[in-house]
C-alpha cells in the first residue's frame, strides 16, 4: 500500500519535471528565435569615427604629457651634468691628480721607473665623487633623450581608412 | 586600404598581439569589429541612444588603454564584454538603478516549478513572432540590469555560459542558476503583461 503510493508519487514527480522540461525549453526556443529575429541595432556611421577620435585624442594628451616629461628630464639633468661637470674640471685642475699628470710630461723617466707607485697615487688622487655625480647626470639626461626620441618616433597619427 | 583588408583576417587576438606590437590599423580593424556588437549590447542594456554612443566611446577608450595587458591566449571577446559588462555596472551605479532585482530569490529550482507548472494561458502563446520581437527589447528592459545583460550576452552575443562566468567572475553553476531565474522573470513579466 505503501509501496504503491509512494510509486505513484514518483511517477508524478517524474511526469511534471519532464513536462515541466518540456515547456521550459519551449519558452527558451521562443526566446531564442525572438533574439535571432531581433533587427541589429546598428550603431550611427559617425560613432566610428567618434571613437577613433576620442582615442585620438587621448593618444595626444598622454604623448604631450610624455612629451613634457622627457624635455624636463632631459633639460635638468643635462643642466646638472654641465653643472657638476664644471664643478669636476675645477677640482681636477686643482688636485694633486693634475700635478701627476703634468708629472708625467715633466718627468716621465722617473715616472717609468716608479710606475707602480705613480699608479697608485693616481688612483688615490682622482675626484671620485665629482666624476660619479658627472657620469651619473649624463645617464639620466641620455636616457630621458633616448625616451624623447621613441616617443617622437611613435606619435600619434589619426587612424582613419 | 589593401593592408586593412589583410588585417580582416585575422583573429581578434592576433590583432590584439600586433597592435602591442606597434600596428595602429590593428587596433583599428577590431574596433570596426566590435562596435556593432559592443554598441548593440550596450543599446538593449540602457535603452538610451545618445547615452549608450557615449557608453561605448567610454569602453573603447578602456579598451584602448588596457589593450597592451591583455592576455592573447584569452578570448578576445570575453575581455571587451568583461569592459562592457563592468562600464555598464558604473553606469548603473551612478544612475542609483540596482543591478540586482530586490525581488530575487535564492532557491531558482522552486521558482521555476511555480512558474512552469501553472495551467494558464500564458500571453506568450498569444503573441506572435514578429509581435515577440518587438516587445521583447520592451521587456528585457524591465528587468533588472543584472539578469538583463546576462540574457542579452547568453541569447543576444552567443556567448556561452563558460565566457559568462569569466566575464562576470562568478562560478559557472551560479551563472546557469542566474539565466534561469532570469529567464523566469522575464517569462513572468510576459505573462502578466506588464
Redesign the interface.
Known sequence: MVNDKLHHFLFLYVY?NM??EM??DA??R??????D????????ER??S???L??YR?QVLYFRLKLAAAISMVAAFGMSAILWGKAALLEFAGSETWMLVKMLFSDYKAVISNWQVYSTYLVESLPVASAIWLMLGAFVALLAFKILIQELA?RP?R?T? | MQYIQIMELFTDEQLARQYADGSDQALEVLIQRYLPLVYGFVMRAIGDAPQAEDLTQEIFLKVWRGIKKYDPDKSFKTWIFTIARRTLIDYFRKKKIATVSVVESDDGNSDIFETIASDEPTALERLEKQELEKELEEYLLKLSPEDRMLLLLYHGERITFAEIAAINQEPLDTVKSRHRRALIKLRKLMQNGQ
Do not use: W, Y
Not at chain 1, 529575429?37 to 550611427?44: F, R
Open positions: 511534471i513536462n515541466n515547456d521550459k519558452f527558451e521562443k526566446i531564442e528565435s525572438a533574439f529575429s531581433m533587427i541589429a541595432v546598428q550603431p550611427h560613432l566610428f567618434d571613437v577613433m576620442a582615442i587621448k611613435h597619427r587612424l581608412h
